[in-house]
């Protein structure tokens, strides 16, 4: 395709999520009923995606411990979501500032980080609506984040918007429907579902574009180093603070849910379309596969 050809495209495609955008889109403040009592019989996340389901320290646990572990664990999530969504917006803020202002395509990113905003808000007031402390970034941790959006350019910013995006999205929609979930957060879940949607594809649709175009150098390049994300997401689905929290012994839990083969199966299933989308596209390379693999996304 040519210069002028790739640029018409992404234009059609950002007029078209810009259309979605006015027809499906949420303010939280007001489509959330955030004063709606909590249902004491509920989990706050289903029991398939819990680290520990299943596990010797889950049979152990009363219902009342493994709702707590629920809280907690959509806690360090929420608090992760709004760490990415953060890193995204300055990545994409940045992208900008070599795009044409009057386009589309720019007008959609503008769009979306908007909606991102409005997703911090949200996952920030569920997380106090919840009664749990955020998880903060600390250390290594917040240098970590902080310099990330100056070391991810060019198609790395598309990938790694889809790795942040699309393992969560595919557990959120497994999940939504399911009886034994907490309505607050069932609610939440389908508004960001919805909305993750037209951010996948817009994504999805410029690396698919420019995949094509990259030297070879950049392919492997982002092919390969994007396999650093395996162990970050595993290590981020464990954290032993939130089994601390939850009264366990977090070095303990965190083994069991290493090792724990119905969480490694939510796992796989998170990662399963966007693998498979990045195979198609020339993305994942040898480095990068080890690693998913090693870490449990790829069976």
């Known amino acids: 395709m040519t210069e002028n050809g790739n640029v018409a495209t992404r234009e059609k495609v950002a007029e078209r999520l810009l259309s979605g955008s006015v ?4 303010e939280p403040a007001v489509d959330i009923d955030w004063d709606a009592p909590l249902d004491e019989n509920k989990l706050f996340l289903p029991e398939q995606v819990i680290s520990l389901y299943g596990t010797p320290l889950w049979e152990r646990m009363s219902h009342a411990q493994r709702r707590e572990l629920s809280r907690q664990e959509l806690a360090n999530v929420l608090s992760a979501g709004i760490w990415f969504e953060n890193v995204l917006n300055r990545m994409l803020l940045r992208e900008l500032l070599a795009e044409d202002p009057t386009g589309r395509h720019a007008h959609y990113a503008l769009t979306e980080m908007g909606d991102e905003c409005r997703h911090m808000v949200m996952f920030g007031r569920l997380i106090d609506r919840i009664g749990v402390r955020p998880y903060r970034l600390r250390g290594l941790g917040l240098l970590g984040v902080t310099a990330l959006p100056a070391a991810i350019r060019r198609s790395f910013v598309w990938v790694a918007a889809l790795i942040g995006e699309e393992i969560f999205d595919a557990l959120q929609r497994r999940m939504v429907d399911a009886p034994e979930l907490e309505p607050l957060v069932s609610r939440m879940m389908r508004i960001h579902v919805t909305e993750e949607a037209r ?4 994504a999805r649709e410029a690396l698919a574009r420019t995949a094509p175009l990259m030297s070879r150098w950049e392919r492997e390049y982002t092919g390969n180093l994007m396999g650093i994300g395996a162990p970050l997401f595993a290590a981020l689905f464990t954290n032993r603070h939130m089994y601390a929290r939850a009264g366990l012994d977090g070095k303990e839990a965190k083994n ?3 090792n724990n083969p119905h969480f490694a199966e939510a796992r796989r299933y998170g990662f399963a379309d966007l693998g498979n989308f990045l195979e198609s596209v020339g993305m994942m390379r040898p480095a ?5 693999k090693r870490w449990g996304f790829i069976a």
């Open 23 to 26: 027809k499906r889109s949420y």
């Open 199 to 202: 951010h996948i594809r817009f």
């Open 256 to 258: 069991q849910a290493l």
């Open 288 to 292: 990068a596969r080890y690693m998913w």
